[in-house]
């Protein structure tokens, strides 16, 4: 029973790198110049390091290759004709070959891997600035778990780009023509064989890459399916476990873990198969040497030393190959991420910043709502037609049945979106006139859902503050009342919270928000069914502490509890979207609208009316208009 | 590593088959660097084309038969140690399955996750391709010495001698890159976890203003995260050069004294080529070591992990007792009863009360009175600590735990919806429900008059690409879905609290006549919500403060008569 994970909140993997969403595997071409010329801006700061990086490739690649030349040298001049003396500088040359490829090799490694993550750790930063600045209709759009994979899974997937790939493509690339250059050059007639294997290996390798890739791609597929549904049955396991609903759950994990089972084993073959068969290939062309090669050394058109040569470049032959083949993966993949955090980097915020430069001083408080509506979905409307004014100072409190629209003023009134239609001023200037920051920060703020970082108790009232002293801290504290349980946990105001206060009850959760608002101290303060869940008790302790802190100060309050908000200079009722009466209590009540029957039913049933069936009659059904 | 073992049990057959076409792969690989040094030397000496085309073929022969052999080995170890790990996996879920509530108090879900994904690949890692590897470097060794040992011994010997430092350097070293790869895994977890708490929190993200500091703080993590990949690169290179170091050390140790045999004439030419081959071959598992030494300890880590879990066992003692639950009347009662969460201090002390069957009884009180963590033990969850709860006279801790929830049906505070249709989500413990039973159940939790607003009525999907629920209409499947449940003893864990004023009264209409003769134990903040109940108990700090009728407390002038007072004098200010 614990944490409100929503159905299908939270990533499906929740764990380091997180697996891709099956929507999510958009068929990518493998190269796309768009995509690589954009990757390339991030890629030029590390202009230097690269080069570096290419410098030492071919430090490698030459100390590498000049050893088998070296063995060549030292069999035909030394070894055949029996001369002893000049091997110590043959193995000297050796030795000095083989230690200088191990610390350029060391140096290039390094060097590679630096830029990998200096380009990487730039764009995880950027993605997640970026989506920092989008709309809320962004993240309506977009599931929590899609957006986790941005800054995970898809750019560690360009780390390998960078790991595995470009420079040491670049440097497979120029050790196959190196080793071509020298085969033809110690005999071109034997180079000739040894490249008739070439076009084999490629088209063996691209024949079961492909495959291979396939088979990657139902498993992956698969373990999606897998990390989603684990994701779900274990956050909801004590409702399972309540519901007896164990078997059902394990028969449907079963199947879907049979399933990538079998998805998983049909890579293996593929795999099996195709490591042993270029192996094949790589030992046939070795025969094939030894063949053709041996008739030249018996037509003595051949040294042995040449063939050993052969032989030994051969061998090296084939890893620049399989590694080429294996980069055509790491491509494709890292060009699908590419492309979704380049779309995700174009994507802009339509809420942003207006003309009129940032004012130092806090706003005065005065909220205007000006013939405002609004839709989440075309033709849906939630708002319509929504004017009112809350002077400086002035208490507005806000009710309605659910779904009549009053989050949605909040939401407005702090810009997480804009009005479809009218305008809303913050002491006479419109809101999308203003900087999107100074607007919110003129706004305290207390959601229905509780967001607590983690983090201690005392980090999570400062929340935005970080320079907020422990005492403000710790007064905002005891003026919600939160100040008695909080200095009831182990280590008070430094008790760390754990994944969303889960150590917290729901109403705790909810005086912490409360404390973190008053801590904030804004000129406008906004209560939305703060004290919902909290017993009437605490509740009344609060209001004392509210009126204290909203007196001077522009505040909403939304509330099912009409008690909440009896103490308000106005009250404005909402139905359907509009405001359907407006004033104060004792007007509204004796104009017996719609504010009189929600006040009737929620103190009728004190009497225990309701409960005894014989329910007031009721108005007609209030719609929940479903909001994203 | 017995559980391991005996997941490995299954598949003996496989790994069996596995090894020995792999014996066969590693026996057919050594002989090519054979045929090639006879190749030479029918070069060298014989100076006869057929005699090398023989070798040559041969060499062709051996190439195929061992693609086959190699597929075959890798198919039976491979395919085997996926099958193991899918059976693991099942079995873990199994076993999560039956883990208490104290178990997921302990352990967050994402904890859980990197179990199930994480751990198990690093185990698929050890029975796959480890095992692989573990019996190729074994064999290749023994026999890779063996072979040059028969071609010159004292050559061997000189040409191992750099084996023993470098191979502890390596292991060395491999226990940094360990070390540095956890520490780089931990830290993208850390990434993880901020853009989740990010994202999950953006609206009020944005409304905090918080976006710069979120930006700062996600950077310095991102930024740790490069700086431990740095470390693990700077390991990751010095282990290479160490590994190629140890191959080409050999290398130019065999070239040396090898080239002086062959001078002298006590070593042929072919016997030196053939000799630099094997020693070639034994760079490969020399490599794999270090590779291997890495997936072992990893695996084996990730193998401890999951024993603890898969040690762990309920702590309700009604999970070990077999056979059906008595059916109950709903009389429920409490002697002393007192209850601790695991690792926090006690929340209920000594509660006692008799509850008839088929009465209502109101719970309230403050927050953190221990109103919630009651009607936990209500559901049974929690394991009783000291003192009793009965039910019709049954010790809790005698009643088979599944059997008990089948005639519990409790709504918890925050509701948790699955992915799937709402029909379905009603339907979580009666999956085969008849569609009259389901929809009278959606009916009396009020769910109705939402159908026209869902795409699919009832059949329309919650989640992530379904659509969202707002919480009042979560609060009432959460409520259908126990009303199907046909309970005798219902709770409602202030499970109306996102609903409106007048649908609950609807709600609470329609459950007065569906709970006749059942008992009902409501929790809420509203006194109107439990006004009409049999019986009240006030709860405050984890005691039962004040007990009675309604209309009892309202005269004791108790706490609830006070909070009644609070809600009332409210309606005497409208007639001022």
């Keep these: 029973m614990r944490g409100g994970a929503r159905g299908g909140h939270g990533a499906p993997h929740a764990v380091g790198a997180g697996v891709p969403l099956p929507d999510d595997e958009v068929p990518a071409r493998v190269y796309d110049a768009r995509l690589a010329r954009r990757l390339l801006a991030f890629v030029r700061p590390e202009a230097g390091l690269i080069a570096l990086s290419i410098a030492f490739m071919f430090a490698v690649m030459g100390a590498s290759l000049v050893q088998p030349w070296l063995i060549k040298r030292l069999i035909d001049e030394h070894i055949v004709p029996g001369k002893v003396e000049g091997v110590a500088t043959f193995a000297l040359l050796y030795l000095a070959a083989f230690t200088i490829e191990l610390l350029a090799r060391y140096c290039q490694i390094y060097t590679m891997e630096r830029t990998g993550q200096n380009v990487i750790q730039a764009l995880r930063v950027q993605v997640f600035a970026r989506m920092q600045r989008l709309d809320m209709s962004f993240f309506d759009r977009n599931p929590v778990g899609r957006l986790m994979t941005r800054v995970t899974t898809d750019v560690e997937s360009l780390a390998d780009l960078f790991a595995s790939g470009t420079v040491t493509l670049l440097g497979d690339a120029c050790k196959l023509v190196a080793i071509v250059g020298i085969l033809f050059w110690l005999d071109a007639r034997l180079a000739l064989v040894t490249c008739t294997i070439v076009p084999i290996l490629f088209a063996l390798s691209i024949l079961f890459r492909g495959r291979i890739r396939q088979a990657y791609r139902d498993v992956r597929r698969r373990v999606a399916r897998i990390n989603a549904f684990l994701q779900e049955a274990v956050s909801g396991m004590m409702l399972t476990q309540l519901f007896r609903r164990e078997e059902e759950d394990r028969r449907d994990f079963t199947a879907i873990n049979d399933d990538h089972r079998d998805a998983e084993l049909r890579s293996v073959v593929y795999e099996s198969s195709f490591s042993a068969v270029v192996e094949l290939v790589g030992t046939v062309a070795t025969a094939a040497i030894l063949w053709s090669g041996g008739a030249r050394v018996l037509s003595a058109a051949l040294t042995f030393g040449t063939l050993v040569a052969f032989l030994e470049y051969t061998a090296r032959f084939f890893q620049p190959i399989r590694d080429l083949s294996g980069f055509y993966a790491v491509l494709q993949s890292a060009m699908a991420s590419l492309e979704r955090l380049f779309d995700l980097l174009d994507t802009e915020p339509s809420i942003v910043d207006g003309p009129r430069p940032a004012v130092a001083s806090m706003a005065a408080g005065r909220v205007e709502f000006d013939h405002v509506g609004f839709s989440y979905l075309p033709d849906e409307p939630v708002l319509t037609d929504v004017s009112f004014t809350v002077e400086p100072g002035q208490n507005v409190a806000i009710v309605g049945a659910t779904g009549a629209g009053k989050t949605t003023v909040v939401k407005l009134l702090i810009r997480l979106y804009d009005p479809t239609s009218g305008c809303i001023r913050l002491d006479g200037v419109d809101l999308r006139d203003r900087p999107v920051h100074e607007v919110r920060q003129q706004c305290g703020l207390v959601m229905q859902d509780h967001f607590l970082i983690a983090g201690t108790v005392a980090e999570n009232i400062a929340f935005g503050d970080l320079g907020l002293s422990r005492e403000r801290i710790e007064a905002a504290a005891r003026l919600v009342h939160a100040d008695r349980f909080v200095r009831a946990l182990p280590h008070a105001y430094d008790e760390p919270l754990r994944e969303r206060g889960g150590n917290l009850s729901v109403g705790q959760k909810q005086l912490l928000s409360l404390a973190r608002a008053v801590a904030a101290d804004p000129p406008i303060l906004i209560l939305d069914e703060a004290t919902s869940s909290i017993d009437s008790e605490t509740e009344a302790l609060i209001q004392d502490a509210l009126s204290q802190v909203l007196r001077g100060r522009t505040s909403l309050v939304i509330a099912h509890r009409l008690s909440t908000i009896l103490a308000a200079d106005r009250i404005l009722v909402f139905h359907h979207g509009r405001i359907v009466e407006e004033g104060r209590h004792r007007e509204l009540l004796a104009k017996r609208g719609v504010y009189a029957r929600l006040y009737e039913l929620q103190f009728g049933l004190a009497e225990g009316t309701a409960l005894q069936s014989g329910r007031p009659e009721r108005a007609e059904p209030l719609p929940v208009p479903s909001q994203p | ?576």
């Design chain 2, 1 to 576: 590593m017995r559980f391991l073992r005996r997941a490995l049990d299954a598949y003996r057959r496989d790994f069996l088959l596995g090894f020995v076409f792999l014996v066969i792969t590693n026996g057919l690989t050594l002989v090519i660097p054979w045929l090639l040094k006879h190749g030479i030397e029918a070069l060298q000496q014989h100076q006869s084309l057929r005699l090398v085309g023989r070798y040559a073929a041969g060499i062709g022969v051996v190439a195929v038969l061992l693609a086959f052999v190699r597929t075959w080995s890798r198919w039976y170890v491979l395919g085997g140690s996926r099958r193991v790990v899918a059976d693991l996996r099942a079995r873990l879920f199994a076993h999560l399955q039956t883990l208490p509530a104290s178990f997921y108090a302990r352990h967050r879900t994402g904890e859980i996750m990197s179990r199930a994904v994480n751990d198990l690949l690093l185990v698929r890692s050890l029975s796959g391709p480890g095992i692989l590897n573990l019996i190729n470097v074994s064999i290749l060794y023994t026999a890779g010495l063996l072979m040059m040992a028969i071609l010159d011994v004292r050559l061997t010997l000189a040409a191992i001698v750099p084996y023993p430092a470098l191979l502890y350097a390596v292991s060395r070293v491999s226990r940094t890159i360990h070390q540095r790869s956890n520490a780089a895994q931990e830290q993208l977890a850390e990434i993880s976890n901020k853009a989740q708490e990010n994202l999950s929190g953006i609206h009020q993200v944005k409304a905090y203003a918080r976006e710069d500091l979120e930006v700062a703080a996600f950077s310095a993590l991102s930024s740790g995260y490069r700086t431990r990949n740095l470390a693990l690169a700077r390991s990751r290179g010095l282990i290479v050069v160490l590994m190629s170091g140890l191959g080409g050390l050999s290398t130019i140790i065999v070239l040396w004294f090898g080239g002086r045999h062959v001078i002298a004439g006590t070593l042929s030419l072919g016997g030196l080529v053939a000799f630099m081959s094997y020693l070639a071959i034994l760079t490969g598992p020399t490599i794999m070591m270090g590779w291997m030494l890495g997936v072992f300890q990893r695996g084996l880590g990730a193998i401890r992990r999951l024993e603890e879990i898969l040690s762990q066992t309920s702590d309700l003692p009604g999970d070990l007792l077999p056979g059906p639950c008595p059916p109950l009347t709903g009389q429920v009662a409490f002697r002393a009863l007192s209850f601790a969460y695991p690792e926090g201090r006690e929340v209920l002390h000594g509660v006692d009360l008799d509850v008839p069957a088929g009465a209502t009884i109101g719970l309230v009180g403050p927050v953190g009175a221990g109103k919630s963590t009651l009607v936990r033990l209500l559901g049974a969850v929690f394991p009783v600590g000291r003192g009793m709860l009965l039910f019709d006279g049954h010790d809790f801790n005698d009643l088979p735990t599944r059997g008990l929830r089948e005639q519990i049906a409790v709504v918890p505070q925050e509701t948790f919806l699955f992915s799937r249709t709402i029909a379905e989500n009603i339907a979580l413990g009666r999956p085969d429900a008849p569609r009259a039973d389901i929809e009278r159940a959606a009916e009396i939790a009020q769910l109705t008059r939402d159908l026209p607003s869902w795409p699919h009525g009832l059949d329309t999907r919650v989640g992530e690409r379904g659509v969202t629920l707002s919480g009042g209409q979560r609060q009432r499947v959460a409520i259908a879905r126990a009303l199907l449940m046909d309970p005798r003893v219902l709770v409602l864990d202030d499970a109306l609290s996102s609903i409106d004023a007048d649908t609950e009264a609807a709600i609470l209409a329609g459950l007065r006549r569906f709970m006749r003769g059942r008992t009902t134990f409501v929790i809420s903040h509203r006194v109107a919500t439990v006004a009409g109940a049999d019986r009240l108990l006030v709860l405050e700090d984890g005691r039962v403060v004040e007990t009675g009728t309604p209309a009892e407390l309202l005269a004791a002038d108790g706490p609830f008569a006070r909070l009644s007072r609070t809600q009332q004098i409210e309606r005497e200010l409208e007639a001022m």
